[in-house]
C-alpha cells in the first residue's frame, strides 16, 4: 500500500484556468460555498442541533428552511436531499411503480435514467429523437408509446421520464407538452432538470410535473453528491413514505425515517451547506439565462467561422451546454504527434481546459458562469488554433 498517493491532493489544474468542462461550469461553488465546505467538513457537523431525527427538519443551520424554500423556487411542494439527482430518479421511481412494469423515457436520457429503472426492475420504452442534426424529442412521441405499451401489456406505463436537457447536445425539450400529455394519460411525470434548474427559471406546476430531479453539484452550485427530488402534495406521502418495520425481538421501530432517503436524507455536511451558502446566489443567477444563453450563441457563432464546424442539436442552441463536430480537426489531428489530443493540448497552453481529452472530431463545452470576456478569449483561442492547422476561418460579418 502506498499511502504518499493521498498525500498533497491536488487537481493539476490552476484557478486562472477558463473550464469549459460541460459537467462541471454549474457545479462551480460561490465563495460563500467554499467557507461553508470548510466550516461543515466535519462528518456530522449539520447534526449538532438534531432533534427530530432527520436532516431535512433541522433548524439550526436552516435546512428545514431551505427544503422550504428550494421547493418554492420549482414551485413545487415538498422536497428531500438525495445522492445525486440518480438517487432521486431511483427514490421516485422505487416509491411509485412496481417491478416488471413500464417506464417511457426519452432516447436522449441520461444512463442513470436508464440504470434506475433497471434497479426496480422496469421496463423501459424509449420515445425517439428526430436524428442527426438536430436530435428533437417530439412531446408526441410520448402519447404514441403510451398508446404502444397499453396495446402490448393491457396497462399504461407506470411513469414517464423527460430529460429536460439532454447531455449530448444541450436541447431544451418540451417538458409542457409533454407533462400536458402525461395529465391526460394519467401517467406519472418524472422531469431529470439535472442541466436545467439551478441555472435557468423553472416551474413545476406549470410544467405539470409530478417528480422533478435534480443535480445540486451539475447546477446548484454545491458539492457533491448533491441530488434534490420535488414532488407534489398529491405524491409526497407515498414518495417520502415511513418506514413501518419493527424488530421482532427488540420492538424497535423508525416512524420518522423515510424508507428511499435511507431514513435521513443520504447526504448532509459540505453537499447540504454548500447547497445552502449557494440557494442566495442560485436564485439570482436563473434570472440572467438570457444573458447565458446569448453567450453560448456567440460562441457558436464565432467556431462556426472554422471551415467545418457544425453546431449540432436545435440551432441557435437554447443552453449553455453545446456540441459541435469538427472533422477539420480530426483531419489536423492525424498530422499531429498527439494526435486526438492535440486540441486538449492546445488549448491548455492557452488555459483553457474542459475539452474532453482525446476528442477532435466533435467536442461539447458549456459556458455557463463565463463572463463575455472570458468566451471572447475562447473563441480567439479555437480561431487561433484553425489557423495554425491551417483551417480556413471566415471573416468576421
Ligand atoms: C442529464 C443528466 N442527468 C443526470 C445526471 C447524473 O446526475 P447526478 O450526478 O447528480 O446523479 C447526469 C450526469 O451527467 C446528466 O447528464
Redesign the pocket.
Known sequence: MNLDIYKNLNRGIESTYINLNP?QRGGVLTAEARKAALEFADGYSVCDFCFESRVDLVQNPPVRNLTADIAEFLNMDDVRFT???????WAAMHMVTEPGETLVLDSL??Y??YLAAEANQLKVVEVPHSGYPEFIIDPEGYAEKFEEVERNTGSLPAMALL?H???RYGNVADAAAVGKICKEYGVPFLL?T??SSGIMPIDGKKLGVDFL??????SWAAS????ILATTFEWNQQVFDKSTIRGDWSGRGFTKKEVALFGCSPVFGVPVMTLMASFPSVVERVKHWDEEVENARYLATQLERIEGFHQMGVKPTEHTLVAFESLPLFEAAAKTKKRGYFLYHELKKRKIIGIQPGMSKSFKLNTFGLSRKQIEYVADAFIEIARKYKIPVEDET
Open positions: 459537467i445522492a445525486g439527482c440518480r438517487h432521486a430518479k436520457a441520461h442513470t435514467s430529460t436537457v439532454d447531455y431529470n439535472a442541466y430531479c435534480a443535480s445540486g453539484h451539475k457533491s453528491p448533491m441530488g
